[in-house]
């Protein structure tokens, strides 16, 4: 399919021109970028020697009553009903497209798609039309489902015949449809040729698989806030968490980190979903059009929906919101959800999905479809809708992976320079300052009362960007190693926020740019957690400046400049908390319940690790700005962990009441910016890593001892130290110790390690302790 259209942003070069080598043989290509072109308002495929969406329309001369133009939508009925209360404010505007359709046949016609255009100048009811294929194998039940919307009202139903039989039958039938003329091509592939094209004119679509129920009209059922509204794959879920989870693992061998956190949300099923006729929708449709397999197309949609950009890989930067599951939902679920309410069932998990769809007809499928049905259930077949059941796993299970394929051979050949894209064009960036406007904004400045930030700025930014850590007087020490990274690493457009004038005055005695920006953590607390959560407050200032960031704790040691590796097309880019390929760039997860039939026995999940909180570039867009009001909102009325918020805020899709805040992500290279468990886990345990890779930075963010792996860290990158790094146990403490164990589950034995341990006996004896600055750990009385 020749892709649309919307344009590609340019990578910013380097700021140190790096050569550029081929692409290991060992890294996976993904799909070729789609290229978009914006030199018309139309938005419509090129010429090229991809596929061809052509066809023609075809409607009896007593034609169905078509609606035409604008029309009233039908109201609502029930729990079902879209709510307008977003309680959290709203997302990302929508980049809709001219209704071309109706405005430019002649350029329709110039691409090929004057019979589809002029499909949907007869069929589309609010510039919408619901799509199903037609082709030879699901014959049997396009019947029921035709019946089904004319039973549900929706008048605005386009069927797509990919094939002489389909055309056949639904002349026979006298049902107005459009023939794709593209011999051969699989029905899962068709689906999004035709969804790409009808999106290109103006018009959006809700895709539907022939096996789809509709019990009333889905049209009344959309909020239209979002790119992309599909259906889960599961129902399983409670309400609240179907938009996504923190899943907890608990890796006992790191000792004082062993509990991490990873971001999961339950898979979406393109059996039923609407996209909008955005720049982002058509983008993401072409994709898909052009998987020369049709079984990746499932996964690949998922991918590009759930997780973020990562080294070559692109997304479109669709906004997504996932349909009320107990209101579209597999049939599956009947007895488990309150389906009495449900607008839309899908079949697919019944054993004959054509008895199944028949029995919920009010009066059958019709006489004149009934007898074509007759005629054709003894020569078609329907396909098997069953498949083989995925290996499911524990949530736990991934901290076995080691799976560092992909990253690996991209830094060894590469190193951590920035990789031509692939994939679909990201979205453009809406930039809360203009680019061709002042920087700083002084009047922005002065009406926001920021008027000191602005002054720091205009000294140290290079192309309104910063390198920005906040501190508090209770690290100092710290903050000094920090400073040294900073300026080995040759970083000159850098400043700390100093939280109190202590800090300010420590920044100014060893000559380092600061503004003071005096804040108190919802707890009152100064401790690292309590401040940690203050930064989105601070970001918030920064990005209503219109000056992007990237954020670093302290507890980080910068061996090189983090701009010349940065790719500039998300919202926000972020190291990860993940240390392979699976862990980092998300993987699918499978969990179980055989009570269920398939598809849908299996709960399929996608999962990445937590983006850390600790560093990430967030560019200045009114996205991010909305992300920040957002959590800085959080931070001051939730007890809640900075890390999480933010990991939420990102990955979550909208649903129901809650809508995302609409940014774009990536995920930096785990092995450029590593963090310490990579770091001293995988990294120095790999020759070939350990010894040939230049790291951006390292994060000691999963052990205790901070900055005395600073000092290690700076010695081996900075200060020619091989192997300083090396006595340093890959959990807690140093080589020499022992590596943490499960703790027994036997109260005895418990008992008899603490009356045989000495230290054990005089903590007892004390009863009360000092831990960490805590005061007090104390023992009770057993």
Same mark, same amino acid.
């Given at each position: 399919?020749?892709?649309?259209?919307?344009?590609?942003?340019?990578?910013?070069?380097?700021?140190?021109?790096?050569?550029?080598?081929?692409?290991? @043989?060992?890294?996976?290509?993904?799909?070729?970028?789609?290229?978009?072109?914006?030199?018309?308002?139309?938005?419509?495929?090129?010429?090229?020697?991809?596929?061809?969406?052509?066809?023609?329309?075809?409607?009896?001369? @007593?034609?169905?009553?078509?609606?035409?133009?604008?029309?009233?939508?039908?109201?609502?009925?029930?729990?079902?009903?879209?709510?307008?209360?977003?309680?959290?404010?709203?997302?990302?505007?929508?980049?809709?497209?001219?209704?071309?359709?109706?405005?430019?046949?002649?350029?329709?016609?110039?691409?090929?798609?004057?019979?589809?255009?002029?499909?949907?100048?007869?069929?589309?009811?609010?510039?919408?039309?619901?799509?199903?294929?037609?082709?030879?194998?699901?014959?049997?039940?396009?019947?029921?489902?035709?019946?089904?919307?004319?039973?549900?009202?929706?008048?605005?139903?386009?069927?797509?015949?990919?094939?002489?039989?389909?055309?056949?039958?639904?002349?026979?039938?006298?049902?107005?449809?459009?023939?794709?003329?593209?011999?051969?091509?699989?029905?899962?592939?068709?689906?999004?040729?035709?969804?790409?094209?009808?999106?290109?004119?103006?018009? @959006?679509?809700?895709?539907?698989?022939?096996?789809?129920?509709?019990?009333?009209?889905?049209?009344?059922?959309?909020?239209?806030?979002?790119?992309?509204?599909?259906?889960?794959?599961?129902?399983?879920? /409670?309400?609240?968490?179907?938009?996504?989870?923190?899943?907890?693992?608990?890796?006992?061998?790191?000792?004082?980190?062993?509990?991490?956190?990873?971001?999961?949300?339950?898979?979406?099923?393109?059996?039923?979903?609407?996209?909008?006729?955005?720049?982002?929708?058509?983008?993401?449709?072409?994709?898909?059009?052009?998987?020369?397999?049709?079984?990746?197309?499932?996964?690949?949609?998922?991918?590009?929906?759930?997780?973020?950009?990562?080294?070559?890989?692109?997304?479109?930067?669709?906004?997504?919101?996932?349909?009320?599951?107990?209101?579209?939902?597999?049939?599956?679920?009947?007895?488990?959800?309150?389906?009495?309410?449900?607008?839309?069932?899908?079949?697919?998990?019944?054993?004959?999905?054509?008895?199944?769809?028949?029995?919920?007809?009010?009066?059958?499928?019709?006489?004149?479809?009934?007898?074509?049905?007759?005629?054709?259930?003894?020569?078609?077949?329907?396909?098997?809708?069953?498949?083989?059941? %995925?290996?499911?796993?524990?949530?736990?299970?991934?901290?076995?992976?080691?799976?560092?394929?992909?990253?690996?051979?991209?830094?060894?050949?590469?190193?951590?320079?920035?990789? /031509?894209?692939?994939?679909?064009? %990201?979205? @453009?960036?809406?930039?809360?300052?203009?680019?061709?406007?002042?920087?700083?904004?002084?009047?922005?400045?002065?009406?926001?009362?920021?008027?000191?930030?602005?002054?720091?700025?205009?000294?140290?930014?290079?192309?309104?960007?910063?390198?920005?850590?906040?501190?508090?007087?209770?690290?100092?020490?710290?903050?000094?190693?920090?400073?040294?990274?900073?300026?080995?690493?040759?970083?000159?457009?850098?400043?700390?926020?100093?939280?109190?004038?202590?800090?300010?005055?420590?920044?100014?005695?060893?000559?380092?740019?600061?503004?003071?920006?005096?804040?108190?953590?919802?707890?009152?607390?100064?401790?690292?957690?309590?401040?940690?959560?203050?930064?989105?407050?601070?970001?918030?200032?920064?990005?209503?400046?219109?000056?992007?960031?990237?954020?670093?704790?302290?507890?980080?040691?910068?061996?090189?400049?983090?701009?010349?590796?940065?790719?500039?097309?998300?919202?926000?880019?972020?190291?990860?908390?993940?240390?392979?390929?699976?862990?980092?760039?998300?993987?699918?997860?499978?969990?179980?319940?055989?009570?269920?039939?398939?598809?849908?026995?299996?709960?399929?999940?996608?999962?990445?690790?937590?983006?850390?909180?600790?560093?990430?570039?967030?560019?200045?867009?009114?996205?991010?700005?909305?992300?920040?009001?957002?959590?800085?909102?959080?931070?001051?009325?939730?007890?809640?962990?900075?890390?999480?918020?933010?990991?939420?805020?990102?990955?979550?899709?909208?649903?129901?009441?809650?809508?995302?805040?609409?940014?774009?992500?990536?995920?930096?290279?785990?092995?450029?910016?590593?963090?310490?468990?990579?770091?001293?886990?995988?990294?120095?345990?790999?020759?070939?890593?350990?010894?040939?890779?230049?790291?951006?930075?390292?994060?000691?963010?999963?052990?205790?001892?901070?900055?005395?792996?600073?000092?290690?860290?700076?010695?081996?990158?900075?200060?020619?130290? /091989?192997?300083?790094?090396?006595?340093?146990?890959?959990?807690?403490?140093?080589?020499?110790?022992?590596?943490?164990?499960?703790?027994?589950?036997?109260?005895?034995?418990?008992?008899?390690?603490?009356?045989?341990?000495?230290?054990?006996?005089?903590?007892?004896?004390?009863?009360?302790?000092?831990?960490?600055?805590?005061?007090?750990?104390?023992?009770?009385?057993?």
């Amino acid at each position: 399919t020749q892709p649309l259209i919307v344009p590609e942003q340019t990578l910013r070069k380097p700021q140190q021109p790096a050569e550029m080598l081929n692409a290991a @043989a060992t890294i996976p290509t993904p799909p070729a970028p789609v290229k978009v072109s914006t030199g018309l308002s139309v938005q419509m495929p090129a010429s090229g020697g991809a596929l061809r969406g052509k066809g023609t329309f075809w409607s009896p001369e @007593a034609a169905l009553e078509m609606p035409t133009g604008q029309h009233k939508r039908p109201e609502p009925q029930g729990r079902c009903s879209p709510t307008q209360n977003v309680p959290l404010g709203p997302g990302r505007p929508l980049n809709r497209l001219p209704n071309v359709y109706k405005t430019d046949i002649a350029s329709c016609e110039g691409h090929g798609l004057g019979g589809l255009c002029n499909a949907l100048q007869k069929i589309a009811a609010n510039d919408e039309v619901l799509v199903v294929m037609g082709s030879e194998n699901v014959l049997p039940v396009l019947g029921p489902f035709i019946e089904a919307t004319r039973q549900a009202s929706i008048t605005n139903l386009l069927v797509v015949a990919l094939d002489m039989e389909s055309q056949s039958f639904l002349e026979s039938a006298g049902l107005a449809h459009y023939r794709l003329d593209l011999p051969g091509i699989d029905p899962n592939t068709a689906k999004w040729v035709v969804a790409r094209d009808i999106l290109s004119v103006g018009c @959006a679509v809700l895709l539907a698989d022939p096996t789809m129920f509709f019990k009333q009209n889905a049209f009344a059922y959309l909020y239209r806030d979002s790119d992309v509204e599909t259906m889960s794959l599961s129902s399983r879920e /409670p309400d609240g968490v179907i938009k996504g989870k923190v899943v907890g693992i608990d890796d006992a061998a790191m000792g004082w980190s062993r509990y991490a956190q990873t971001m999961s949300v339950n898979m979406a099923s393109s059996s039923l979903v609407f996209l909008q006729s955005t720049v982002e929708a058509i983008n993401l449709g072409a994709t898909l059009a052009e998987l020369k397999d049709p079984h990746l197309i499932e996964e690949t949609f998922n991918e590009h929906l759930f997780l973020p950009a990562s080294d070559q890989r692109s997304r479109p930067g669709v906004s997504t919101r996932v349909m009320m599951v107990q209101c579209f939902c597999y049939s599956a679920f009947s007895q488990t959800q309150l389906t009495q309410g449900a607008v839309a069932i899908n079949m697919a998990s019944e054993e004959d999905p054509l008895a199944a769809m028949s029995a919920k007809l009010s009066g059958g499928v019709g006489t004149k479809i009934k007898g074509l049905l007759g005629r054709l259930r003894n020569k078609f077949a329907l396909p098997s809708y069953g498949q083989q059941s %995925p290996h499911t796993t524990s949530m736990n299970e991934i901290i076995a992976s080691k799976d560092m394929a992909v990253g690996k051979a991209l830094v060894m050949q590469h190193g951590c320079d920035v990789q /031509p894209r692939q994939g679909p064009p %990201p979205r @453009a960036m809406n930039w809360q300052i203009p680019l061709s406007e002042e920087f700083p904004p002084r009047s922005v400045c002065q009406s926001a009362g920021l008027e000191g930030l602005c002054d720091v700025l205009t000294k140290v930014h290079i192309d309104r960007e910063v390198l920005v850590a906040v501190s508090n007087k209770n690290i100092f020490h710290m903050l000094n190693l920090y400073f040294e990274g900073v300026r080995m690493a040759n970083v000159s457009n850098v400043l700390i926020v100093a939280l109190d004038e202590e800090t300010g005055a420590f920044c100014r005695k060893n000559n380092f740019p600061y503004w003071v920006r005096t804040l108190t953590s919802r707890s009152g607390s100064t401790d690292n957690h309590a401040t940690s959560g203050l930064k989105f407050q601070i970001l918030r200032d920064f990005m209503s400046v219109g000056a992007s960031v990237v954020l670093s704790d302290v507890d980080i040691v910068w061996v090189q400049s983090p701009f010349p590796y940065l790719y500039r097309d998300a919202d926000v880019e972020g190291m990860t908390d993940g240390w392979d390929d699976p862990t980092a760039y998300g993987w699918e997860w499978v969990s179980g319940d055989t009570r269920f039939p398939p598809p849908v026995e299996v709960q399929r999940n996608m999962r990445l690790s937590a983006r850390n909180s600790g560093l990430f570039f967030l560019q200045a867009t009114q996205e991010s700005l909305r992300m920040m009001e957002r959590l800085a909102h959080r931070m001051a009325t939730q007890d809640v962990w900075d890390q999480t918020a933010y990991n939420e805020e990102q990955f979550y899709v909208s649903y129901g009441n809650y809508r995302n805040p609409g940014v774009t992500q990536r995920v930096m290279n785990y092995l450029c910016f590593l963090n310490s468990k990579a770091l001293f886990r995988f990294v120095r345990e790999d020759p070939e890593l350990y010894e040939g890779l230049r790291p951006v930075s390292a994060h000691v963010n999963y052990h205790p001892e901070k900055p005395q792996r600073m000092v290690d860290i700076l010695a081996q990158y900075h200060h020619n130290k /091989p192997h300083a790094i090396d006595k340093w146990h890959w959990g807690v403490g140093l080589k020499i110790a022992t590596e943490c164990s499960k703790r027994s589950t036997s109260a005895s034995e418990r008992a008899q390690r603490i009356t045989h341990s000495a230290i054990a006996q005089r903590m007892v004896l004390a009863r009360k302790m000092v831990w960490g600055g805590i005061k007090y750990v104390e023992f009770l009385p057993h």
